[in-house]
């Protein structure tokens, strides 16, 4: 497997990247995540378990059994992966 198909199995799967780009303001609430995402339950809760297996993101305890994300190191690496496909994004829009 190359290493972009590695990276691609990482964090390719549908929201993957969407639930990093929220983390990268700042640790947030799983409800949080859920609101803004406008995500199932199911969903977020299979790719935050994805996204932390692989070191992406880790899990902050909160009282009341309330459960937050936040990234790692190796998920803030993609800061700048994530603004080249905003930028791409615009410029595809403009076709």
Do not use: C, F, K
Not at 12 to 25: K, N, T
Not at 65 to 84: F, K, P
Request: glycine residues 10%; without cysteine; charged residues 25%.
């Amino acid at each position: 497997m190359s290493d972009l198909a590695a990276a691609l199995d990482l964090v390719g799967a549908r929201w993957a990247l969407l639930i990093v780009e929220q983390l990268l303001d700042g640790p947030q609430r799983y409800g949080d995540l859920q609101s803004e995402l406008g995500l199932g339950t199911n969903v977020l809760a299979t790719r935050l378990r994805e996204l932390e297996e692989a070191g992406v993101v880790y899990r902050l305890p909160l009282r009341h059994n309330t459960r937050a994300y936040a990234l790692t190191d190796r998920g803030l690496a993609l800061r700048e992966t994530i603004v080249a496909l905003r930028s791409w994004g615009v410029g595809s829009e403009e076709r």
